[in-house]
């Protein structure tokens, strides 16, 4: 019985991880990140989605290493990583034209990191997200630098976002929430007037989904995580990108898988908890173990076990009783 279970639990363990690949994939084309930027990034605001489009720079978003030291090599995996510090694998990252501060004759650009987040407080540390995003983009922008040298230009730095879209286990009172965390200037004493684009250089964006919400943004990405082409076209064209709409109806098959499987999975767990109720009722009569062996199917071990945990929680049970205070009459 043991065996079954761990296969069941693989096996959806796998469908689940080829879900989650196939978001990343969806989330690479620059028709599903426009909306976002145009929604999200101040810079964009007052741009068309067409117009985001043809900021976004497709050639950077290559399966190309971002480095605090320089590396020899090319064409590794999308990552962040360097001798002394923790490897950090980005789900998407890219350069967009700033149009702020670009000109026909200057072009400056933004590092973008976009990442999917399941768990919004993992457990395994636990730790809050906000760290984690904020420790990517300070080190998206120490990697412009790479070696630093007395000759280093800081004045090359490149305004740096990170974008978390969070998806589960996400506290009831952030659900349907987006959140930026940037770098401002509070003059302590007297006045000064630096220029903003100086400091202004690291800005983490934290959307937080709940599915209820009607807000723009989060309408968008409900339509992108339940595949449903027709409203994803409300804010974006994906008409021309038959590769797009192929990773779409992927997604769509994976989806259906998972949610079947959940669904069955609650209907076998009802079935299972019936069981283990008949079974514990015929082990407080004394029903001998050979006769619950051949009423159930299980097996031998599988009802000393349940015996066992039926004992510790009765136990449990009798424990709690003692220790709560019995009321004056």
């Known amino acids: 019985m043991r065996e079954e279970i761990a296969k069941d639990i693989y096996a959806a ?7 989650d690949a196939a978001c990343k994939r969806v989330f690479r084309n620059k028709e599903i990140i426009a909306p976002i930027l145009q929604m999200m990034v101040p810079e964009y605001k007052e741009c ?9 720079d497709e050639d950077t978003m290559k399966d190309v290493p971002v480095e605090d030291i320089p590396l020899m ?17 980005y789900d998407v990252h890219f350069k967009a034209i700033n149009p702020a501060l670009s000109s026909e004759r200057i072009c400056v650009h933004l590092h973008i990191d976009l990442e999917m987040q399941n768990e919004y407080r993992p457990r395994n540390p636990k730790y809050p997200m906000i760290k984690r995003a904020l420790y990517y983009a ?7 630098l790479g070696t630093l040298t007395g000759t ?30 940037s770098i401002r200037k509070d003059d302590i004493i007297g006045e000064t007037a630096e220029p903003e684009e100086d400091f202004d250089l690291l800005n983490v964006i934290m959307i937080r989904r709940g599915g209820k919400s009607r807000e723009k943004i989060f309408d968008f990405l409900n339509a992108v995580f339940q595949a449903e082409l027709q409203k994803i076209e409300k804010y974006t064209t994906v008409t021309g990108n038959e590769e797009l709409k ?34 514990e009722n015929m082990l407080r009569k004394d029903v001998s173990l050979s006769d619950i062996v051949s009423y159930t199917g299980y097996t031998t071990e599988d009802i000393l076990q349940i015996k066992e945990q039926m004992q510790l929680k009765e136990k449990s049970e009798n424990d709690r009783i003692r220790r709560t205070p019995q009321r004056r009459r």
Do not use: F, H
């Open 13 to 19: 363990g796998a469908l689940e991880r080829e879900y």
């Open 48 to 56: 068309t989605v067409e117009e985001v489009l043809r900021c976004i």
């Open 73 to 89: 090599l090319e064409g590794l995996p999308a990552e962040l990583s360097s001798v002394t510090e923790k490897l950090i694998l």
């Open 138 to 144: 300070v080190r998206e922008l120490s990697s412009q």
């Open 152 to 181: 280093t230009n800081y004045n090359s730095l490149e305004k740096v976002y990170s974008i978390w879209i969070c998806n589960e286990d996400i506290p009831e009172e952030l659900r349907d929430t987006a959140t930026s965390y």
């Open 246 to 279: 192929q990773e779409v109806e992927c997604m769509t098959g994976l989806g259906m898988s998972i949610a079947e499987k959940n669904y069955n999975k609650g209907i076998e767990r009802g079935k299972e908890q019936e069981r283990l109720a008949v079974i």
